[in-house]
Protein backbone atom coordinates (compact mmCIF):
# COMPACT_ATOMS: atom_id res chain seq x y z
CA UNK A 1 0.00 0.00 0.00
CA UNK A 2 1.15 3.39 -0.61
CA UNK A 3 0.37 6.62 1.25
CA UNK A 4 1.24 10.31 0.31
CA UNK A 5 1.17 12.80 1.97
CA UNK A 6 0.39 15.94 0.67
CA UNK A 7 2.20 19.35 2.40
CA UNK A 8 1.42 22.96 0.18
CA UNK A 9 2.72 25.63 2.42
CA UNK A 10 1.23 26.54 5.50
CA UNK A 11 -2.10 24.18 5.17
CA UNK A 12 -3.26 20.99 7.01
CA UNK A 13 -1.37 17.87 5.33
CA UNK A 14 -3.39 15.89 3.85
CA UNK A 15 -3.23 12.25 3.42
CA UNK A 16 -4.09 9.97 0.48
CA UNK A 17 -3.73 6.31 0.15
CA UNK A 18 -4.07 3.97 -2.92
CA UNK A 19 -3.59 -0.27 -2.20
CA UNK A 20 -4.97 -1.70 -6.10
CA UNK A 21 -3.89 1.44 -8.03
CA UNK A 22 -1.45 0.63 -10.65
CA UNK A 23 -1.17 4.11 -12.20
CA UNK A 24 -1.25 7.62 -9.32
CA UNK A 25 -1.78 10.61 -11.59
CA UNK A 26 -0.84 13.43 -9.42
CA UNK A 27 -1.38 17.49 -11.44
CA UNK A 28 -3.50 20.43 -10.57
CA UNK A 29 -6.67 19.56 -13.25
CA UNK A 30 -9.27 17.70 -11.32
CA UNK A 31 -9.51 14.42 -12.98
CA UNK A 32 -6.14 13.56 -11.40
CA UNK A 33 -5.89 10.35 -8.88
CA UNK A 34 -4.10 13.06 -6.53
CA UNK A 35 -5.58 16.59 -7.72
CA UNK A 36 -3.01 19.21 -6.41
CA UNK A 37 -4.74 22.81 -6.67
CA UNK A 38 -1.24 24.99 -6.79
CA UNK A 39 -0.69 27.06 -9.74
CA UNK A 40 3.09 25.86 -9.33
CA UNK A 41 2.14 22.35 -10.24
CA UNK A 42 1.20 21.34 -14.20
CA UNK A 43 -2.28 20.09 -15.13
CA UNK A 44 -0.70 16.61 -15.54
CA UNK A 45 2.82 16.96 -13.19
CA UNK A 46 4.07 13.55 -13.25
CA UNK A 47 2.55 9.85 -12.17
CA UNK A 48 3.63 6.77 -9.63
CA UNK A 49 3.51 3.66 -11.20
CA UNK A 50 3.34 -0.03 -9.12
CA UNK A 51 5.52 -2.79 -10.83
CA UNK A 52 5.72 -5.60 -7.87
CA UNK A 53 5.79 -4.16 -4.46
CA UNK A 54 8.02 -1.40 -5.91
CA UNK A 55 6.51 2.24 -6.87
CA UNK A 56 8.29 4.32 -9.55
CA UNK A 57 7.60 7.87 -10.25
CA UNK A 58 7.90 9.76 -13.52
CA UNK A 59 7.78 13.63 -14.40
CA UNK A 60 5.52 14.51 -17.31
CA UNK A 61 7.92 16.99 -18.43
CA UNK A 62 6.27 19.72 -16.06
CA UNK A 63 6.72 23.21 -16.33
CA UNK A 64 8.58 23.11 -12.84
CA UNK A 65 10.00 19.95 -12.58
CA UNK A 66 11.01 17.61 -9.42
CA UNK A 67 12.92 16.28 -7.11
CA UNK A 68 13.76 12.88 -4.67
CA UNK A 69 14.87 13.85 -1.78
CA UNK A 70 16.41 10.87 0.00
CA UNK A 71 18.29 11.73 2.67
CA UNK A 72 21.23 14.53 1.63
CA UNK A 73 20.76 12.78 -1.98
CA UNK A 74 18.63 15.11 -4.28
CA UNK A 75 17.55 12.98 -7.60
CA UNK A 76 16.26 15.15 -10.36
CA UNK A 77 13.26 13.60 -12.18
CA UNK A 78 12.38 15.94 -14.75
CA UNK A 79 11.23 13.15 -18.05
CA UNK A 80 14.06 14.00 -19.37
CA UNK A 81 17.82 12.79 -18.38
CA UNK A 82 15.64 10.57 -15.85
CA UNK A 83 12.36 8.58 -16.76
CA UNK A 84 11.34 6.66 -13.86
CA UNK A 85 13.03 7.22 -10.12
CA UNK A 86 12.09 3.96 -7.49
CA UNK A 87 10.58 5.59 -4.66
CA UNK A 88 11.28 4.17 -1.35
CA UNK A 89 9.59 4.72 2.05
CA UNK A 90 10.69 7.96 3.56
CA UNK A 91 10.99 9.79 0.47
CA UNK A 92 9.95 12.76 -0.03
CA UNK A 93 8.65 14.21 -3.35
CA UNK A 94 9.19 18.13 -4.36
CA UNK A 95 7.49 19.04 -6.66
CA UNK A 96 6.98 22.71 -9.08
CA UNK A 97 8.88 25.78 -7.45
CA UNK A 98 12.45 24.26 -5.43
CA UNK A 99 12.96 27.10 -3.49
CA UNK A 100 8.89 26.55 -2.32
CA UNK A 101 7.70 23.30 -3.71
CA UNK A 102 4.61 21.35 -2.87
CA UNK A 103 5.92 18.56 -0.36
CA UNK A 104 4.42 14.92 -0.82
CA UNK A 105 5.80 12.44 1.66
CA UNK A 106 6.16 8.93 0.49
CA UNK A 107 5.14 5.92 3.01
CA UNK A 108 5.12 2.13 1.29
CA UNK A 109 3.61 -0.32 3.37
CA UNK A 110 4.01 -4.10 2.39
CA UNK A 111 1.42 -5.81 1.62
CA UNK A 112 2.25 -9.04 3.73
CA UNK A 113 4.55 -9.55 6.27
CA UNK A 114 8.04 -10.48 5.21
CA UNK A 115 8.76 -12.31 8.54
CA UNK A 116 11.25 -14.71 7.48
CA UNK A 117 13.41 -14.39 9.79
CA UNK A 118 12.86 -17.19 12.11
CA UNK A 119 12.73 -19.62 9.05
CA UNK A 120 16.14 -18.66 7.17
CA UNK A 121 18.42 -21.13 7.04
CA UNK A 122 21.85 -19.64 5.24
CA UNK A 123 22.24 -17.07 2.30
CA UNK A 124 24.70 -16.12 0.06
CA UNK A 125 25.71 -13.11 -2.09
CA UNK A 126 25.81 -13.20 -5.89
CA UNK A 127 29.24 -11.75 -5.58
CA UNK A 128 30.47 -15.52 -4.52
CA UNK A 129 28.80 -16.72 -7.66
CA UNK A 130 32.03 -16.67 -9.81
CA UNK A 131 34.29 -18.30 -7.10
CA UNK A 132 31.37 -20.94 -6.48
CA UNK A 133 31.07 -21.53 -10.03
CA UNK A 134 34.90 -21.87 -10.14
CA UNK A 135 34.67 -24.65 -7.92
CA UNK A 136 31.83 -26.55 -9.53
CA UNK A 137 33.88 -26.70 -12.91
CA UNK A 138 36.83 -28.07 -10.85
CA UNK A 139 35.00 -31.16 -10.27
CA UNK A 140 35.07 -33.21 -13.22
CA UNK A 141 32.01 -35.24 -12.99
CA UNK A 142 30.20 -32.21 -12.19
CA UNK A 143 31.92 -29.93 -14.99
CA UNK A 144 31.57 -32.17 -17.71
CA UNK A 145 27.68 -32.76 -17.11
CA UNK A 146 27.47 -28.59 -16.70
CA UNK A 147 29.14 -28.11 -19.66
CA UNK A 148 27.26 -30.47 -21.27
CA UNK A 149 23.89 -28.56 -19.85
CA UNK A 150 25.36 -25.14 -21.24
CA UNK A 151 26.33 -26.29 -24.66
CA UNK A 152 22.64 -27.28 -25.05
CA UNK A 153 21.34 -24.07 -23.73
CA UNK A 154 23.76 -21.50 -25.64
CA UNK A 155 22.10 -20.26 -28.11
CA UNK A 156 18.78 -21.38 -28.12
CA UNK A 157 15.51 -19.19 -27.76
CA UNK A 158 12.94 -21.13 -27.05
CA UNK A 159 12.54 -19.68 -23.21
CA UNK A 160 10.39 -23.15 -22.16
CA UNK A 161 13.31 -25.57 -23.46
CA UNK A 162 15.71 -23.94 -22.11
CA UNK A 163 14.31 -23.77 -18.74
CA UNK A 164 12.96 -26.99 -18.82
CA UNK A 165 16.76 -28.35 -19.57
CA UNK A 166 18.07 -26.12 -16.54
CA UNK A 167 15.11 -27.03 -14.46
CA UNK A 168 16.04 -31.01 -15.12
CA UNK A 169 19.17 -30.84 -14.18
CA UNK A 170 18.60 -28.69 -10.73
CA UNK A 171 16.42 -31.93 -10.22
CA UNK A 172 18.86 -34.77 -10.93
CA UNK A 173 21.43 -33.19 -8.96
CA UNK A 174 19.46 -32.08 -5.80
CA UNK A 175 17.89 -34.87 -5.03
CA UNK A 176 15.30 -33.47 -2.37
CA UNK A 177 13.58 -31.25 -4.94
CA UNK A 178 10.40 -31.47 -5.94
CA UNK A 179 10.03 -28.98 -8.62
CA UNK A 180 11.76 -26.11 -10.00
CA UNK A 181 10.25 -22.66 -10.71
CA UNK A 182 11.19 -19.40 -12.90
CA UNK A 183 9.83 -16.45 -10.97
CA UNK A 184 9.61 -13.98 -14.31
CA UNK A 185 10.00 -10.05 -14.12
CA UNK A 186 6.16 -9.90 -13.76
CA UNK A 187 3.58 -12.19 -12.57
CA UNK A 188 4.28 -15.24 -15.38
CA UNK A 189 6.18 -18.01 -13.96
CA UNK A 190 7.25 -21.37 -15.60
CA UNK A 191 7.15 -24.92 -13.52
CA UNK A 192 8.87 -28.16 -14.12
CA UNK A 193 8.02 -31.04 -11.43
CA UNK A 194 9.40 -34.23 -10.79
CA UNK A 195 8.47 -36.69 -13.07
CA UNK A 196 7.37 -34.30 -15.86
CA UNK A 197 9.34 -34.02 -18.99
CA UNK A 198 7.79 -30.59 -20.32
CA UNK A 199 7.63 -27.33 -18.35
CA UNK A 200 4.53 -25.29 -18.10
CA UNK A 201 3.78 -21.51 -18.08
CA UNK A 202 1.83 -20.55 -15.15
CA UNK A 203 -0.01 -17.16 -14.91
CA UNK A 204 -1.91 -17.80 -10.95
CA UNK A 205 -2.23 -15.31 -8.17
CA UNK A 206 -1.14 -16.28 -5.62
CA UNK A 207 2.27 -17.42 -7.75
CA UNK A 208 3.52 -21.25 -7.42
CA UNK A 209 6.51 -20.19 -5.48
CA UNK A 210 6.56 -18.25 -1.83
CA UNK A 211 6.46 -14.64 -3.10
CA UNK A 212 7.76 -13.04 -0.06
CA UNK A 213 11.29 -15.41 -0.04
CA UNK A 214 11.58 -14.19 -3.98
CA UNK A 215 11.04 -10.54 -3.17
CA UNK A 216 13.44 -10.60 -0.40
CA UNK A 217 16.18 -12.51 -2.57
CA UNK A 218 15.93 -9.92 -5.85
CA UNK A 219 15.69 -6.90 -3.53
CA UNK A 220 18.42 -8.00 -1.37
CA UNK A 221 20.28 -9.58 -4.27
CA UNK A 222 21.37 -12.26 -2.03
CA UNK A 223 20.67 -16.48 -2.19
CA UNK A 224 18.00 -17.08 0.56
CA UNK A 225 17.53 -20.70 1.83
CA UNK A 226 14.39 -21.63 3.72
CA UNK A 227 13.30 -24.32 5.84
CA UNK A 228 9.63 -24.18 7.87
CA UNK A 229 7.82 -22.02 5.16
CA UNK A 230 4.29 -21.87 6.89
CA UNK A 231 5.46 -21.57 10.13
CA UNK A 232 6.25 -17.86 9.97
CA UNK A 233 4.67 -15.50 7.19
CA UNK A 234 1.67 -13.92 6.34
CA UNK A 235 2.14 -14.09 2.23
CA UNK A 236 -0.40 -15.38 0.77
CA UNK A 237 1.07 -17.83 -1.94
CA UNK A 238 1.94 -19.65 1.55
CA UNK A 239 -0.92 -21.01 1.45
CA UNK A 240 -1.30 -22.93 -1.54
CA UNK A 241 2.20 -24.44 -1.33
CA UNK A 242 2.72 -28.26 -0.13
CA UNK A 243 6.51 -27.41 -0.13
CA UNK A 244 8.03 -27.09 3.46
CA UNK A 245 11.62 -26.04 2.59
CA UNK A 246 13.02 -23.62 -0.68
CA UNK A 247 15.35 -21.86 -2.01
CA UNK A 248 15.38 -18.86 -4.26
CA UNK A 249 18.27 -16.95 -5.89
CA UNK A 250 18.19 -14.21 -7.84
CA UNK A 251 19.46 -13.95 -12.48
CA UNK A 252 21.23 -10.93 -12.88
CA UNK A 253 22.47 -8.10 -11.06
CA UNK A 254 20.78 -6.34 -8.37
CA UNK A 255 19.60 -3.32 -10.38
CA UNK A 256 18.25 -5.75 -13.56
CA UNK A 257 17.22 -8.59 -12.08
CA UNK A 258 15.20 -10.36 -14.16
CA UNK A 259 13.91 -13.05 -12.53
CA UNK A 260 14.23 -15.92 -9.71
CA UNK A 261 15.28 -19.88 -10.05
CA UNK A 262 13.39 -21.08 -7.15
CA UNK A 263 13.51 -24.90 -5.88
CA UNK A 264 10.89 -26.46 -4.05
CA UNK A 265 11.12 -29.45 -1.50
CA UNK A 266 8.28 -31.28 0.33
CA UNK A 267 10.76 -33.69 2.47
CA UNK A 268 14.19 -33.32 3.93
CA UNK A 269 15.66 -29.92 3.86
CA UNK A 270 18.17 -28.26 1.35
CA UNK A 271 21.63 -28.00 2.07
CA UNK A 272 24.09 -24.99 2.00
CA UNK A 273 26.03 -27.21 -0.59
CA UNK A 274 22.23 -27.50 -2.72
CA UNK A 275 22.08 -23.61 -2.46
CA UNK A 276 25.91 -22.91 -3.50
CA UNK A 277 25.09 -25.45 -6.59
CA UNK A 278 21.92 -23.10 -7.85
CA UNK A 279 23.82 -20.18 -7.50
CA UNK A 280 26.55 -21.26 -9.49
CA UNK A 281 24.52 -22.81 -11.69
CA UNK A 282 22.34 -19.12 -11.89
CA UNK A 283 25.79 -17.59 -12.46
CA UNK A 284 26.26 -19.86 -15.57
CA UNK A 285 22.90 -19.54 -17.19
CA UNK A 286 21.93 -15.72 -15.82
CA UNK A 287 23.61 -14.77 -19.56
CA UNK A 288 21.29 -17.33 -21.41
CA UNK A 289 17.91 -16.13 -19.43
CA UNK A 290 19.60 -12.53 -20.36
CA UNK A 291 19.74 -13.40 -24.19
CA UNK A 292 16.00 -14.61 -24.04
CA UNK A 293 14.92 -12.13 -22.59
CA UNK A 294 16.29 -9.85 -25.22
CA UNK A 295 15.23 -12.00 -28.17
CA UNK A 296 11.57 -11.68 -27.07
CA UNK A 297 12.15 -7.86 -26.83
CA UNK A 298 13.27 -8.05 -30.55
CA UNK A 299 10.23 -10.40 -31.39
CA UNK A 300 7.81 -8.22 -29.59
CA UNK A 301 8.90 -5.23 -31.38
CA UNK A 302 8.75 -7.32 -34.84
CA UNK A 303 5.21 -7.84 -33.87
CA UNK A 304 4.08 -4.14 -32.82
CA UNK A 305 6.05 -2.98 -36.23
CA UNK A 306 3.77 -5.94 -38.42
CA UNK A 307 0.52 -4.84 -36.54
CA UNK A 308 1.15 -1.14 -37.17
CA UNK A 309 1.57 -1.93 -40.48
CA UNK A 310 -1.14 -4.02 -40.81
CA UNK A 311 -3.23 -1.64 -39.11
CA UNK A 312 -1.94 1.31 -41.67
CA UNK A 313 -2.25 -0.88 -44.26
CA UNK A 314 -6.00 -1.39 -43.73
CA UNK A 315 -6.66 2.35 -43.69
CA UNK A 316 -7.87 4.22 -46.45
CA UNK A 317 -5.39 6.94 -47.45
CA UNK A 318 -6.73 10.16 -46.17
CA UNK A 319 -6.66 13.03 -48.25
CA UNK A 320 -9.19 15.54 -46.87
CA UNK A 321 -7.47 16.44 -43.42
CA UNK A 322 -4.95 19.89 -43.27
CA UNK A 323 -1.64 19.28 -43.27
CA UNK A 324 -1.53 22.22 -40.36
CA UNK A 325 -4.83 23.72 -38.48
CA UNK A 326 -5.63 27.18 -40.94
CA UNK A 327 -6.86 29.96 -39.05
CA UNK A 328 -5.81 33.28 -37.41
CA UNK A 329 -8.77 34.33 -35.43
CA UNK A 330 -9.11 34.89 -31.70
CA UNK A 331 -10.92 31.70 -31.31
CA UNK A 332 -8.04 29.44 -32.93
CA UNK A 333 -5.57 31.15 -31.21
CA UNK A 334 -7.22 30.49 -28.10
CA UNK A 335 -7.45 26.54 -28.89
CA UNK A 336 -3.59 26.96 -30.32
CA UNK A 337 -2.96 28.02 -26.75
CA UNK A 338 -4.36 25.29 -25.05
CA UNK A 339 -2.55 22.52 -27.56
CA UNK A 340 0.72 24.13 -26.55
CA UNK A 341 -0.12 23.55 -22.90
CA UNK A 342 -0.76 19.30 -23.34
CA UNK A 343 0.45 18.62 -26.29
CA UNK A 344 3.90 17.07 -24.45
CA UNK A 345 2.16 15.30 -21.71
CA UNK A 346 -0.01 12.39 -21.17
CA UNK A 347 -3.54 13.57 -19.95
CA UNK A 348 -6.49 12.24 -21.54
CA UNK A 349 -8.00 15.21 -23.74
CA UNK A 350 -11.32 15.13 -24.33
CA UNK A 351 -12.32 17.22 -28.11
CA UNK A 352 -15.76 18.82 -28.25
CA UNK A 353 -17.43 20.63 -31.25
CA UNK A 354 -19.91 20.84 -33.86
CA UNK A 355 -19.44 17.79 -37.12
CA UNK A 356 -17.00 18.79 -39.54
CA UNK A 357 -14.94 21.35 -37.10
CA UNK A 358 -11.94 19.26 -37.61
CA UNK A 359 -11.59 17.30 -33.94
CA UNK A 360 -9.69 14.23 -35.91
CA UNK A 361 -7.04 17.14 -37.00
CA UNK A 362 -6.69 18.65 -33.65
CA UNK A 363 -6.22 14.81 -31.93
CA UNK A 364 -3.45 14.04 -34.57
CA UNK A 365 -1.77 17.25 -33.73
CA UNK A 366 -1.45 16.49 -30.25
CA UNK A 367 -0.07 13.29 -31.02
CA UNK A 368 2.39 14.27 -33.99
CA UNK A 369 3.66 17.15 -31.08
CA UNK A 370 3.98 15.07 -28.32
CA UNK A 371 6.84 12.42 -26.91
CA UNK A 372 4.69 9.48 -28.76
CA UNK A 373 4.91 11.16 -32.03
CA UNK A 374 7.32 7.90 -33.41
CA UNK A 375 4.52 5.44 -32.66
CA UNK A 376 1.42 4.73 -33.82
CA UNK A 377 -1.12 6.89 -33.68
CA UNK A 378 -4.65 4.88 -34.66
CA UNK A 379 -8.39 6.16 -34.59
CA UNK A 380 -11.67 4.53 -34.55
CA UNK A 381 -15.56 6.42 -34.96
CA UNK A 382 -17.55 4.59 -32.30
CA UNK A 383 -20.60 5.66 -34.06
CA UNK A 384 -19.66 3.90 -37.34
CA UNK A 385 -19.36 0.22 -35.69
CA UNK A 386 -21.80 -2.15 -34.04
CA UNK A 387 -21.17 -2.57 -30.31
CA UNK A 388 -19.67 -6.28 -31.08
CA UNK A 389 -17.54 -5.22 -33.95
CA UNK A 390 -16.39 -2.02 -32.38
CA UNK A 391 -15.93 -4.17 -28.92
CA UNK A 392 -13.15 -6.42 -30.69
CA UNK A 393 -11.84 -3.76 -32.77
CA UNK A 394 -10.65 -1.86 -29.35
CA UNK A 395 -10.07 -5.00 -26.96
CA UNK A 396 -8.83 -7.65 -29.50
CA UNK A 397 -10.35 -10.87 -29.05
CA UNK A 398 -9.14 -14.71 -29.27
CA UNK A 399 -9.51 -17.40 -31.31
CA UNK A 400 -12.95 -19.26 -31.11
CA UNK A 401 -14.26 -16.13 -29.30
CA UNK A 402 -17.32 -15.86 -31.24
CA UNK A 403 -18.33 -17.49 -34.78
CA UNK A 404 -15.87 -16.04 -37.59
CA UNK A 405 -12.70 -15.68 -35.05
CA UNK A 406 -10.76 -18.00 -36.70
CA UNK A 407 -7.35 -16.44 -35.27
CA UNK A 408 -6.39 -14.28 -32.19
CA UNK A 409 -6.41 -11.10 -33.69
CA UNK A 410 -4.76 -7.42 -31.50
CA UNK A 411 -7.47 -4.56 -30.84
CA UNK A 412 -6.26 -0.81 -31.16
CA UNK A 413 -5.24 -0.59 -28.16
CA UNK A 414 -2.82 -2.97 -28.45
CA UNK A 415 -1.74 -1.94 -32.09
CA UNK A 416 -1.05 1.66 -30.50
CA UNK A 417 0.44 0.74 -27.35
CA UNK A 418 3.10 3.28 -26.79
CA UNK A 419 0.97 5.98 -28.77
CA UNK A 420 -2.51 7.16 -29.04
CA UNK A 421 -5.45 6.44 -29.89
CA UNK A 422 -8.47 8.70 -30.98
CA UNK A 423 -12.20 7.46 -29.83
CA UNK A 424 -14.36 9.63 -32.37
CA UNK A 425 -18.09 9.98 -31.26
CA UNK A 426 -17.50 8.44 -28.12
CA UNK A 427 -20.52 9.77 -26.72
CA UNK A 428 -21.94 6.59 -28.88
CA UNK A 429 -20.49 3.84 -26.77
CA UNK A 430 -22.77 2.04 -25.01
CA UNK A 431 -22.79 1.11 -21.38
CA UNK A 432 -20.83 -2.46 -21.50
CA UNK A 433 -18.36 -0.76 -23.62
CA UNK A 434 -18.14 2.38 -21.62
CA UNK A 435 -17.66 0.01 -18.30
CA UNK A 436 -14.56 -1.36 -20.27
CA UNK A 437 -13.01 1.53 -21.46
CA UNK A 438 -13.03 2.78 -17.72
CA UNK A 439 -10.86 -0.17 -16.82
CA UNK A 440 -7.97 0.66 -19.41
CA UNK A 441 -7.93 4.25 -18.10
CA UNK A 442 -7.95 2.98 -14.36
CA UNK A 443 -5.78 -0.30 -14.62
CA UNK A 444 -4.35 0.51 -17.56
CA UNK A 445 -5.33 -3.29 -19.06
CA UNK A 446 -7.33 -4.75 -22.07
CA UNK A 447 -9.24 -7.99 -21.89
CA UNK A 448 -9.37 -8.79 -25.17
CA UNK A 449 -12.80 -10.44 -26.33
CA UNK A 450 -13.42 -14.63 -25.28
CA UNK A 451 -9.87 -14.14 -23.04
CA UNK A 452 -9.28 -13.89 -19.17
CA UNK A 453 -6.10 -12.80 -19.08
CA UNK A 454 -6.03 -8.77 -18.78
CA UNK A 455 -2.88 -7.45 -21.10
CA UNK A 456 -1.23 -4.10 -20.17
CA UNK A 457 -0.92 -1.34 -22.38
CA UNK A 458 -0.12 2.16 -22.12
CA UNK A 459 -1.90 4.59 -24.73
CA UNK A 460 -2.80 7.98 -24.78
CA UNK A 461 -6.60 8.63 -25.05
CA UNK A 462 -7.60 11.48 -27.21
CA UNK A 463 -11.06 11.35 -27.22
CA UNK A 464 -14.02 13.72 -29.33
CA UNK A 465 -17.72 14.18 -29.54
CA UNK A 466 -20.65 16.67 -30.45
CA UNK A 467 -22.90 15.23 -27.71
CA UNK A 468 -22.48 18.03 -24.29
CA UNK A 469 -21.57 14.84 -22.28
CA UNK A 470 -22.55 16.69 -19.15
CA UNK A 471 -26.35 16.77 -20.15
CA UNK A 472 -25.98 12.67 -20.67
CA UNK A 473 -24.50 12.29 -17.70
CA UNK A 474 -27.51 14.01 -15.85
CA UNK A 475 -29.87 12.19 -17.55
CA UNK A 476 -27.93 8.49 -16.96
CA UNK A 477 -26.60 8.00 -20.29
CA UNK A 478 -23.21 8.81 -19.57
CA UNK A 479 -20.98 7.00 -16.55
CA UNK A 480 -19.98 10.24 -14.80
CA UNK A 481 -16.76 8.52 -13.34
CA UNK A 482 -16.23 7.67 -16.75
CA UNK A 483 -16.43 11.61 -18.28
CA UNK A 484 -14.80 12.85 -15.39
CA UNK A 485 -11.62 10.33 -16.70
CA UNK A 486 -11.66 11.34 -20.06
CA UNK A 487 -12.45 15.21 -19.55
CA UNK A 488 -9.10 15.87 -17.91
CA UNK A 489 -8.56 18.39 -20.08
CA UNK A 490 -11.59 19.27 -22.56
CA UNK A 491 -10.77 21.50 -25.96
CA UNK A 492 -13.68 23.02 -27.55
CA UNK A 493 -13.76 23.78 -31.31
CA UNK A 494 -15.54 26.60 -31.93
CA UNK A 495 -17.75 26.37 -34.92
CA UNK A 496 -17.45 28.17 -38.67
CA UNK A 497 -19.47 30.41 -37.74
CA UNK A 498 -17.71 31.55 -35.04
CA UNK A 499 -14.82 32.65 -36.77
CA UNK A 500 -15.56 34.09 -39.94
CA UNK A 501 -12.53 36.22 -40.45
CA UNK A 502 -10.88 32.39 -40.68
CA UNK A 503 -13.03 31.25 -43.73
CA UNK A 504 -10.14 32.87 -46.74
CA UNK A 505 -7.93 31.29 -45.07
CA UNK A 506 -9.76 27.99 -45.72
CA UNK A 507 -11.19 29.12 -48.61
CA UNK A 508 -7.92 29.81 -50.26
CA UNK A 509 -6.03 26.49 -48.44
CA UNK A 510 -8.50 24.91 -50.00
CA UNK A 511 -8.52 26.08 -53.50
CA UNK A 512 -4.51 25.89 -53.41
CA UNK A 513 -4.73 21.90 -52.87
CA UNK A 514 -7.62 21.08 -55.14
CA UNK A 515 -6.20 22.86 -57.75
CA UNK A 516 -3.53 20.82 -57.71
CA UNK A 517 -5.29 17.79 -57.29
CA UNK A 518 -7.32 18.65 -59.93
CA UNK A 519 -4.49 19.78 -62.32
CA UNK A 520 -6.81 23.17 -62.65
CA UNK A 521 -5.49 26.62 -62.11
CA UNK A 522 -7.81 29.82 -61.22
CA UNK A 523 -6.92 32.86 -60.33
CA UNK A 524 -8.11 33.24 -57.24
CA UNK A 525 -11.68 33.63 -55.40
CA UNK A 526 -13.29 37.63 -55.43
CA UNK A 527 -14.43 39.42 -52.97
CA UNK A 528 -18.24 39.28 -53.56
CA UNK A 529 -17.40 35.36 -53.07
CA UNK A 530 -15.71 35.45 -50.17
CA UNK A 531 -18.20 37.97 -48.73
CA UNK A 532 -20.55 35.34 -49.76
CA UNK A 533 -18.99 32.85 -47.95
CA UNK A 534 -18.26 34.93 -45.07
CA UNK A 535 -21.73 35.59 -44.22
CA UNK A 536 -23.03 31.64 -44.79
CA UNK A 537 -23.38 30.26 -41.75
CA UNK A 538 -21.70 26.62 -42.78
CA UNK A 539 -23.80 24.39 -40.84
CA UNK A 540 -21.71 21.68 -41.70
CA UNK A 541 -18.48 23.53 -40.77
CA UNK A 542 -14.97 23.38 -42.62
CA UNK A 543 -15.89 20.05 -44.23
CA UNK A 544 -19.25 21.70 -45.86
CA UNK A 545 -16.39 24.77 -46.68
CA UNK A 546 -14.43 22.18 -48.17
CA UNK A 547 -16.87 20.58 -50.66
CA UNK A 548 -18.20 24.14 -51.74
CA UNK A 549 -14.47 24.86 -52.70
CA UNK A 550 -14.28 21.74 -54.47
CA UNK A 551 -17.05 22.62 -56.15
CA UNK A 552 -16.83 26.26 -57.38
CA UNK A 553 -13.01 25.40 -58.49
CA UNK A 554 -14.65 22.66 -61.10
CA UNK A 555 -17.45 25.23 -62.54
CA UNK A 556 -15.07 27.74 -62.67
CA UNK A 557 -13.11 28.89 -66.28
CA UNK A 558 -9.75 28.37 -65.78
CA UNK A 559 -7.54 31.50 -65.36
CA UNK A 560 -10.43 33.43 -63.76
CA UNK A 561 -11.59 34.20 -60.17
CA UNK A 562 -13.96 32.38 -58.57
CA UNK A 563 -17.22 34.32 -58.40
CA UNK A 564 -20.80 34.09 -56.93
CA UNK A 565 -21.94 32.61 -59.55
CA UNK A 566 -20.13 29.19 -59.10
CA UNK A 567 -21.21 29.36 -55.55
CA UNK A 568 -24.07 26.94 -54.45
CA UNK A 569 -27.27 28.72 -54.22
CA UNK A 570 -27.92 28.32 -50.51
CA UNK A 571 -24.25 29.57 -50.08
CA UNK A 572 -24.69 32.36 -52.52
CA UNK A 573 -27.95 33.49 -50.68
CA UNK A 574 -26.68 33.55 -47.28
CA UNK A 575 -29.17 31.16 -46.46
CA UNK A 576 -29.11 27.42 -46.43
CA UNK A 577 -32.26 26.95 -47.18
CA UNK A 578 -32.77 28.85 -50.11
CA UNK A 579 -31.43 26.41 -52.59
CA UNK A 580 -34.30 26.20 -54.08
CA UNK A 581 -36.99 28.29 -53.32
CA UNK A 582 -39.98 26.83 -52.24
CA UNK A 583 -42.77 27.33 -54.58
CA UNK A 584 -46.20 28.70 -53.25
CA UNK A 585 -48.55 25.99 -51.88
CA UNK A 586 -51.16 24.66 -54.35
CA UNK A 587 -53.57 24.15 -51.74
CA UNK A 588 -52.47 20.96 -50.25
CA UNK A 589 -50.24 21.04 -47.33
CA UNK A 590 -49.03 17.55 -48.12
CA UNK A 591 -47.55 18.43 -50.88
CA UNK A 592 -46.16 21.33 -50.13
CA UNK A 593 -44.03 19.74 -46.65
CA UNK A 594 -43.02 17.21 -48.87
CA UNK A 595 -41.57 19.84 -51.09
CA UNK A 596 -40.03 21.51 -48.44
CA UNK A 597 -38.62 18.13 -46.64
CA UNK A 598 -36.87 17.25 -49.82
CA UNK A 599 -35.32 20.32 -49.69
CA UNK A 600 -33.92 20.34 -46.30
CA UNK A 601 -32.90 16.91 -47.26
CA UNK A 602 -30.75 18.42 -50.24
CA UNK A 603 -29.29 20.79 -48.59
CA UNK A 604 -27.72 18.32 -45.24
CA UNK A 605 -26.52 15.99 -47.65
CA UNK A 606 -24.60 18.50 -49.44
CA UNK A 607 -23.59 20.47 -46.68
CA UNK A 608 -22.09 16.96 -45.36
CA UNK A 609 -20.74 16.17 -48.55
CA UNK A 610 -24.00 13.39 -48.83
CA UNK A 611 -22.21 11.92 -46.00
CA UNK A 612 -25.73 10.10 -44.39
CA UNK A 613 -24.42 9.08 -41.04
CA UNK A 614 -23.30 12.47 -40.34
CA UNK A 615 -26.70 14.04 -41.95
CA UNK A 616 -29.07 11.69 -39.94
CA UNK A 617 -27.21 12.87 -36.75
CA UNK A 618 -27.34 16.86 -37.75
CA UNK A 619 -31.16 16.48 -38.35
CA UNK A 620 -31.82 14.29 -35.22
CA UNK A 621 -33.20 11.43 -37.25
CA UNK A 622 -31.60 7.77 -37.41
CA UNK A 623 -29.74 6.84 -40.31
CA UNK A 624 -32.51 4.02 -41.06
CA UNK A 625 -35.14 7.06 -41.65
CA UNK A 626 -32.82 8.89 -43.27
CA UNK A 627 -32.47 6.13 -46.19
CA UNK A 628 -36.11 5.71 -46.10
CA UNK A 629 -36.52 9.31 -47.18
CA UNK A 630 -34.08 9.31 -49.82
CA UNK A 631 -35.66 6.11 -51.49
CA UNK A 632 -38.88 8.15 -50.82
CA UNK A 633 -37.73 11.76 -53.16
CA UNK A 634 -34.88 9.48 -55.18
CA UNK A 635 -32.46 11.87 -53.66
CA UNK A 636 -28.72 10.64 -54.67
CA UNK A 637 -25.30 12.33 -55.28
CA UNK A 638 -24.45 13.64 -58.69
Known sequence: MLSLTLQIGNREPQIFRFSSETTISIGRAPGNDLPVSDSRISALHGEISRSGVKYNYRDNQSTNGSLVLRGQERILVDGKSSAWQTLNNGDILLLGDVDNPVVLQVGIEAEFTDNLEGTIVAHRTME????????????????????????????????????????????????????????????????????????????????????????RAKDSGEAILCSDLNSGSGDKSMVRLIAQTALAVPLGGLRDTHGALVLLGEGSAFSEKDLELAVALAFQVSGCFESLRTIQKLRAVERRLRDENRYLREQSPSDSTFSDIIGDSEAIRRVFEYLKVVMNTDATVLVTGETGTGKELIARALHSNSGRASRLFAAVNCAALSENLLESELFGHVKGAFTGAHENKKGLFQVADKGSLFL?????????????????????EVTPVGSSRPLKVDVRIIAATHRDLRAEVKEGTFREDLFYRINVFPIHIPPLRDRPTDIPLLAQYFLDRYSKKFGKSVAGISERAIAALKSYSFPGNIRELENEIQRALLLASTGENICVRELSDHVSGGSPLSAQPVAAPSGKLKETMAQLERQVLLVALEGNGWNRSETARQLGISRQALMVKLSKYELAPD
Do not use: C, M
Open 128 to 215: TAAELSHVLLSNNQESATLLALLNRVGGQSDIQWVFGEVAQYLLNQVQSAARVVLAGRDDSSWVLSRGETKAEQVDDNPPPYPRVLVQ
Open 424 to 444: DEIGELSGNLQAKLLRVLQEG
